[in-house]
C-alpha cells in the first residue's frame, strides 16, 4: 500500500513539475500560430508586389509554410520536455524510406524546381518536346506540368521528364515562321502564280510585312511545280493564320484560273496484234 501511494504521489509530483512547461509552451504555440500567420501574410504581400511567377509563388509559400510549422513543433516539444532527438531521428528515417519508395516521383519533384526555378517556360506558353508532346501551359505543378492540346486534350507531363528534354518554346519569341507548299500546273505561268500569292500574304493582316513573305519554286514535281510559301506571323494567333492564309491563297489562284494539278498516272495498255 505505501508502494502504491509513493507511485501515485510521484505521478503528482511529475505533474505538478511539468505545468509550468506546459503553459510555457501553450504560450509559445499560441504566439508561433500567431507570427506564423502574420509571416506567411507578409510572404503574400511581397509575392503581389514582385514579378514572381504564380507556379514559383505557391511552391514557396509551400515550403516556407511546410519549415515554419516544423520549426514550431519542434520548438513547442523541447520547451514541454519531449526529446526532439527522436523527432528528429523517426523524421529522417521517414524521409529515407518514402524517398526509397518515390524515386520517380522524386525526380519530377526535383524537375519542377528547376522549372519552377529557370523558367524555361510559363503558364500560357505554347511548348513541345522532344517526345512529340505539345500544348499550352495551363498549370505548373511541383510533379507535373499540364498542356492543353490543340484538340482540348489535357495532358499531364511528369517534370522529370520535361526538364531532361529538349523544349521548344514558340511563346517566348516575338514572331514565328509559316511554312506551306503548293502545286501548279506546268502550263501556268510562274510568276504570276508566285506574285497573285504575294499579294494574298500582303493583304492578310496578321502577316508581317517584316519580315517579307517568301515564296519560290522549291522543286518540279511528276504532277506539277512545286511553290514553297514563308511567312511570318504572331505567334499568338499562328494557327490561325496557317489556315486562313491557305484558304486565301487557294481562292486567289482559282480566281486567276491557275490550277493546282492533282497527281495523275498515266497507263499504256498494250495489246498483241492478231495475225492473219
Known sequence: MERFQGGIDGMINTVMSSIPKIIVGVIILGIGLLVIKLILKLIQRRFVKSNVDESLRVFIFRIAKFALYTLLLITVASTVG???????????????????????????????????????????????????????????????????????????????????????NYSSITRRRLEFVLDISYDSNIKTAENIIRKALNDYDQVLKTPAPDVFVNKLGDSGIQIKVYAWTNPEVYWNTVYNIQEKVKTALDQANINIPFPQTEMRIITDTPKE
Open 82 to 168: 519531449i526529446p526532439t532527438t527522436s523527432f528528429i531521428a523517426i523524421f529522417s528515417a521517414a524521409s529515407l524510406a518514402v524517398g526509397l519508395a518515390l524515386q520517380g516521383s522524386l525526380s519530377n519533384f526535383a524537375g519542377g524546381i528547376l522549372i519552377l526555378f529557370f523558367r524555361p517556360f510559363r503558364v500560357g506558353d505554347y511548348i513541345s518536346n522532344n517526345s512529340n508532346t505539345s500544348g499550352t501551359v495551363e498549370r505548373i505543378d511541383i510533379l507535373y506540368t499540364t498542356l492543353r492540346t490543340s484538340d482540348g486534350i489535357s495532358v499531364f507531363s511528369p517534370n522529370g521528364t520535361l526538364a531532361n528534354s529538349v523544349i521548344s
